[in-house]
């Protein structure tokens, strides 16, 4: 994607089924992307084992999606046991797809899919030098602190309510309806 090129994909949730999708994402991060994604280096085998957690419960994954391939991740994670008062979001964006507004996209996903598990206060973190995550944060009314090198979020979602949880209700179907597609076409290419 060039520099000045406008996002073409799409945003959805990541099924059970398209976990592959989402550690071959993160397997072509670079050291940088991969830095600011995990707050530190990270080797494959890390990432192998990582993204292997990507549909235990408590996870919801949202993706940008272009060409049958996941290009950006946005993850949100119950902290303790069952979805509670507190969440965290994390994110990651392939070098050549930053800067088209699809993080800021990403973070409303989140944000929302929070509101509607009743999640009162939503972290995140990011090292000091992520301008990028912290302007997206601002965006969205982060509070935000510095901590030994990295830089803490917290968003407090609103009351999810009729709409919030019906526009994630329809988003789920189309977006279930595109999985289903995009498995087709993977299977077809396939063979």
């Given at each position: 994607m060039s520099e000045h090129a406008r996002a073409?994909?799409?945003?959805?949730?990541?099924?059970?089924?398209?976990?592959?999708?989402?550690?071959?994402?993160?397997?072509?991060?670079?050291?940088?992307?991969?830095?600011?994604?995990?707050?530190?280096?990270?080797?494959?085998?890390?990432?192998?084992?990582?993204?292997?957690?990507?549909?235990?419960?408590?996870?919801?994954?949202?993706?940008?999606?272009?060409?049958g391939e996941v290009r950006a991740a946005a993850e949100l994670k119950k902290l303790g046991d069952t979805w509670g008062r507190e969440a965290e979001a994390a994110f990651s964006v392939e070098a050549a797809y930053q800067e088209h507004g699809?993080?800021?996209?990403?973070?409303?996903?989140?944000?929302?899919?929070?509101?509607?598990?009743?999640?009162?206060?939503?972290?995140?973190?990011?090292?000091?030098?992520?301008?990028?995550m912290q302007a997206i944060a601002r965006k969205y009314e982060a509070d935000l602190r510095f901590e030994l090198g990295e830089v803490i979020g917290e968003i407090v979602p609103q009351e999810p309510n009729y709409f919030s949880l019906l526009a994630e209700a329809v988003e789920d179907r189309v977006g279930f309806m595109m999985a289903v597609l995009d498995l087709q076409r993977r299977v077809v290419k396939a063979a």
């Open positions: 073409s994909g799409t945003i959805r949730k990541l099924w059970p089924h398209e976990q592959g999708l989402f550690r071959e994402h993160l397997m072509r991060l670079d050291k940088a992307s991969r830095m600011a994604r995990f707050a530190h280096g990270v080797s494959d085998a890390f990432i192998e084992e990582y993204a292997s957690h990507m549909t235990d419960a408590g996870s919801t994954v949202f993706a940008y999606i272009e060409d699809i993080g800021t996209e990403l973070m409303g996903r989140v944000i929302r899919a929070a509101r509607n598990r009743g999640v009162h206060l939503l972290y995140m973190s990011c090292l000091a030098t992520n301008a990028k």
